[in-house]
């Protein structure tokens, strides 16, 4: 079982997609924002979630969080991924799964790495896990239980 809400998020630091060191630190204690985990970028239904968020991200910028993105892409997939799709959120290169251990999240259909969504408020306790396959959802949810705190 993966973390839960009520848990606090793992504190950990990853490189973004122009390889600089990010530290989730950055977020706790400003403002809320949501975490995503997906298994590949330009995979389809990766692509797809990416989009949903890049088209919304102007409303969770207007209630105040933020958006990051992690898969085991490097640095260098991370940014031409962002580039291609103009994405405007932080991407983040967890290339030896140690994030997705510090989660909890179990593969999907056996190979894939989980697509695992979580919403975290401003002090660092989880509001929101969701968990599916199903691309199009995590972002729809995402907002949503941001709209409500």
């Known amino acids: 079982m993966g973390l839960r809400v009520g848990d ?4 950990f630091t990853l490189p973004d997609a122009k390889g ?12 809320p924002f949501v975490i995503y985990f997906y298994p590949k970028n330009n995979t389809p239904g990766c692509t ?3 989009c949903d968020f890049r088209d919304k991200y102007e409303d969770f910028k207007n209630i105040g969080a933020e958006v990051v993105g ?3 892409d490097s640095s260098k997939s991370h940014s031409n991924f962002q580039n291609k799709y103009q994405l405007p959120f ?4 967890d290339k030896n799964n140690q994030v997705r251990k510090k989660f909890k ?9 989980g697509r695992e969504t979580y919403v975290i408020d401003e002090k660092g306790k ?9 691309a199009s959802e995590h972002m729809k949810r ?3 239980a941001l709209s409500k705190k």
């Open 8 to 11: 606090s998020v793992p504190l």
């Open 20 to 31: 600089n060191q990010f530290s989730i630190k950055e977020l706790i204690g400003k403002k």
């Open 48 to 50: 797809k979630e990416a």
């Open 70 to 72: 992690i898969s085991a």
């Open 90 to 93: 932080i991407l983040l290169s």
């Open 105 to 113: 999240i179990k593969n999907s259909l056996l190979l894939l790495p």
């Open 126 to 134: 989880i509001i929101m896990v969701f968990n599916s396959i199903n």
């Open 142 to 144: 995402a907002l949503l």
